[in-house]
């Protein structure tokens, strides 16, 4: 499964893949209100990126990650926090504890999870008021200058050349224009009202540093071996190239919240950070 190739590579997953932007971790404390005491449910927390900021308020947190590498990396990287846990297995299986949780939060990892049962178990973790946090990810146009566009226009033309699997056409949106998808959760009896927040940033990297992240993907990680080296010469070559060695890379990070139980009035509210 795609989901599995994650943990090929744990040490470059938690070099390569960023942090989540303090803006977002800050929202998503306030809407938990974690702290001491406050009882935390990650799943699919790969290496850590959001568990150690969240571990970091003094809330305990049990981690459940598919990948054993993975789990060994972010068990390591959470070790200055004695309340916070790392569980190898998947969370479909996975048997909670008797005792619910107050916040559980998915980040980036959602869609990988069985869709005939992933609310269900979430609801069944949480108290009743318990929030569940979503936390998605886009790659998406500049909002600040043309040139990075015209770079990942250029790269699709190495993907259309070393994968064959490419879609013809596919250009980067601007934020604006890439809608939230919050069909399932608002659809659920088992929530209330989905509340959603937004933020946009940039990350500028190296040819280095730029192949280093695509290879935390799993889509590129799947790429047939020849392939795979070609394309990321291609995109070495055109970054060092044409774009003097940097390009920035725009990201859209989404985080959506709904809290256990109808009971919660209110409408569904949007907010850009």
Same mark, same amino acid.
């Given at each position: 499964m795609l989901r599995d190739t994650f943990d090929e590579d744990a040490g470059r997953y938690d070099r390569a893949r960023p942090a989540y932007p303090v803006p977002l971790v800050e929202e998503l404390a306030a809407r938990a209100r974690l702290g001491p005491g406050r009882r935390v $449910?990650? *799943?699919g927390p790969g290496t850590g990126q959001l568990t150690v900021p969240l571990a970091r308020y003094g809330c305990s947190i049990t981690a459940v990650e598919l990948g054993s590498s993975l789990a060994a990396v972010a068990s390591r990287n959470l070790k200055p926090f004695p309340a916070a846990e790392v569980v190898v297995a998947p969370f479909e299986?996975?048997?909670p504890p008797p005792e619910p949780y107050d916040l559980m939060v998915v980040a980036t990892a959602f869609h990988w999870l069985d869709p005939a049962v992933r609310l269900a !178990? &979430? &609801?069944d973790a949480l108290r009743d008021g318990g929030l569940l946090a979503l936390v998605t990810?886009?790659?998406v146009a500049s909002e600040t200058t043309r040139? /990075?566009?015209d770079f990942f226009a250029d790269a699709q033309k190495?993907?259309? !050349? !070393? /994968?064959?699997a490419t879609p013809p056409g596919l250009r980067l949106r601007r934020s604006a224009l890439v809608a939230t998808d919050t069909a399932e959760l608002a659809g659920s009896e088992l929530f209330g009202p989905v509340s959603v927040a937004r933020w946009t940033r940039e990350i500028t990297y190296s &040819?280095? &540093?730029? $192949? %280093? *992240? @695509?290879l935390t993907y799993s889509g590129h990680r799947a790429l047939e071996p020849v392939a795979r080296g070609w394309l990321l010469s291609d995109l070495r070559g @055109?970054? %060092?190239g044409r774009y003097g060695g940097h390009i920035t890379k725009t990201y859209l990070h989404e985080l959506i919240t709904a809290h256990k139980g109808p009971e919660f009035p209110g409408k569904s509210t949007v907010s850009t950070g």
């Open positions: $449910l990650e *799943v299986t996975w048997a !178990r &979430a &609801a990810t886009h790659h040139s /990075d566009d190495c993907y259309d !050349r !070393r /994968d064959p &040819a280095d &540093a730029y $192949l %280093d *992240v @695509l @055109l970054i %060092d």
